[in-house]
């Protein structure tokens, strides 16, 4: 929750550096979906999976399974590369 805190302020206050501040909170995301993927990557190394008995289970789509966990961070993630991209302050 903090870390958001510091990425809100970033992007919302006034002053010198506008452009500097979005990118430094776009790496904070980026960083947070890297883990994420990191995280799910590695799974099989530890015995993890993605998604609880109780929770959102994979779901089949075209004959291929889905997670739905990653595919929002994959949506996610693909949004945020895009908005860097087309970062651009006056």
Sequence with gaps: MGFA????FLI???GPNAQERLY??????????GAFFITLFSMPFYG?????DNG???FAVAGITWD???TAFSLQTVLLLVSIALLRVD
Excluded: V
């Design 24 to 33: 430094l909170a776009g790496a904070f995301a980026a960083n947070i979906y």
């Design 12 to 14: 919302w206050s006034p």
């Design 48 to 52: 993890g999976r993605a998604y609880d």
């Design 68 to 70: 739905a966990n990653a």
């Design 56 to 58: 959102y289970r994979s």
């Design 5 to 8: 805190l510091i990425a809100l």
